[in-house]
């Protein structure tokens, strides 16, 4: 049986995605300063303006003004953003819950992580792929400032046949550009530029009769805040499998280590890759559910979806061997206390070998 899997990805420029980017530099300039920094600190846009909000409790001293205004600016704004900034220290409630004897979780929650053995990256193929077409998009709109900027959304359906992924049948990609510039250059700008430099490293997959929709609201020159309101967290499912696989509730982006709906998720993946990296399924997903100012998850659930090559319990056993999902050993393991974060709020925060969770662990059977 044939069935089509459409993901989506967006450019930095894309108002959430801006936001994101913002609340995670904020992030790396607390971690710099304080590894046992607790931040939560997010913000919203619309037009020129930018509200920080949150809570942050660290001896890091951050200009969050003058970082949220770098931001902007590399993005390509050239405006000047009016900020209102309202912060406060984490609630002693949630703190002294946190650290304990032992570091205790953040807060309570579900998260998910997920792998298959598609390509060299573990990931569905539609978001990996939409990724790499906004990714390919942003190298190209920065060599070409004045016609091209930072909004931009890809989405990309692919066809699979019996759980197999066979060809491309859709690519669709809206990227804002300078006004009156003619839609047949757009079109061709893409495809010479961003599709076609993509879809080689792809030839796997066949692309011979994809079907292209690139810009289809016809003109995308009022862009970013000024088109539409962006906050932290709205693109959660860009951030992991592009709805393939189930996400947890929390998004990633402001939140330290200590918040597990980051460093679960993280960890979770980490451990679904190293599965199917092993050879042991085909595909995997793993689902870890947390308590607040509890050290251990309350469950970890693994299921390979009948692409398991030895049984299913033994598994389940062979992760309990080799895996501590103690918040505090998921933090060391995975060395989450550097200042990472921006790099991963912008073209998903998985299958992306420079992040730690990416790494494959080598199970002792």
């Not at 298959?116 to 990256?121: G, P, Q, S």
């Not at 796997?204 to 690139?214: A, G, H, P, T």
Request: hydrophobic share 35%; proline share 2%; glycine share 6%.
């Amino acid at each position: 049986m044939i069935k089509i899997i459409t993901s989506e990805s967006v450019n930095c420029g894309h108002p959430d995605k801006t936001c994101d980017i913002i609340a995670d530099s904020f992030l790396d300039a607390a971690l710099s300063q304080d590894k046992d920094c607790q931040m939560a600190v997010e913000c919203a846009i619309k037009d020129n303006r930018l509200m920080i909000y949150g809570e942050s409790t660290t001896s890091a001293k951050i200009n969050y003004e003058k970082i949220a205004r770098e931001v902007l600016k590399d993005i390509g704004y050239k405006e000047e953003f009016e900020i209102i900034k309202t912060l406060s220290q984490q609630s002693p409630n949630i703190a002294n819950a946190v650290k304990k004897d032992e570091l205790c979780a953040n807060d309570q929650g579900i998260m998910f992580g997920y792998a298959c053995n598609e390509n060299k990256y573990f990931m569905p193929y539609p978001i990996i792929i939409a990724h790499k077409l906004v990714k390919k998009y942003d190298e190209y709109r920065r060599q070409n400032q004045d016609t091209y900027f930072a909004d931009a959304k890809s989405q990309v359906s692919v066809a699979y046949e019996d759980d197999k992924a066979f060809k491309i049948d859709t690519i669709l990609m809206s990227v804002s550009h300078k006004k009156g510039l003619e839609h047949e250059t757009i079109v061709n700008d893409l495809q010479e530029n961003v599709i076609k430099p993509v879809l080689k490293e792809f030839s796997e997959l066949d692309s011979s009769e994809v079907k292209y929709v690139l810009n289809p609201s016809g003109e995308f020159y009022i862009w970013g805040s000024f088109s539409d309101s962006g906050c932290v967290g709205r693109k959660i499912i860009v951030d992991t499998y592009g709805g393939v696989g189930k996400v947890g509730g929390g998004c990633f982006s402001s939140k330290n280590a200590t918040k597990v709906d980051r460093s679960g998720a993280y960890y979770a993946r980490y451990v679904a890759k190293s599965i199917v990296a092993s050879g042991l399924a085909d595909r995997c997903e793993v689902e870890l559910s947390y308590a607040i100012g509890l050290t251990h998850p309350l469950s970890v659930e693994v299921n390979t979806f009948g692409t398991n090559k030895i049984e299913n319990e033994i598994i389940k056993s062979l992760v309990e061997a080799n895996f501590d999902f103690s918040v505090a050993n998921m933090i060391k393991e995975l060395n989450l206390l550097q200042p990472i974060y921006a790099k991963t709020a912008c073209y998903g925060h998985f299958g992306r070998d420079e992040f730690p969770w990416e790494k494959v662990k080598t199970l002792k059977i």
